[in-house]
């Protein structure tokens, strides 16, 4: 786990950060749950977005990792969005 951490450092330092840009925007626009419903689908495509883009960059994509990331992002864009119902 350490080894592929510090391997791709800059890709992992990515996503952490626009995760939790995401989770203060999220908080931030709370009573407007227009707003939650926005980001959220926002976080879902810069995640699926940054998955393949850092799998094309090291030549490991494949159609199981391109859709594993599209239903993990969809899912969790899914339960984003009904928690804003």
Do not use: C, N
């Not at 009573?31 to 490991?60: C, E, N």
Request: charged share 10%; glycine share 4%; aromatic share 22%.
């Amino acid at each position: 786990m350490f080894v592929e951490l510090k391997k791709h450092l800059a890709a992992y330092t990515i996503l952490f950060l626009g995760l939790g840009i995401f989770i203060v925007f999220f908080f931030l626009f709370w009573p407007d749950h227009t707003q939650q419903r926005m980001v959220s689908i926002a976080l879902g495509v810069f995640y699926f977005t940054w998955g393949v883009v850092s799998h094309v960059k090291t030549r490991h994509i494949s159609p199981h990792v391109f859709f594993e990331y599209l239903a993990t992002a969809a899912l969790a864009t899914f339960l984003l969005l009904m928690v804003t119902f």
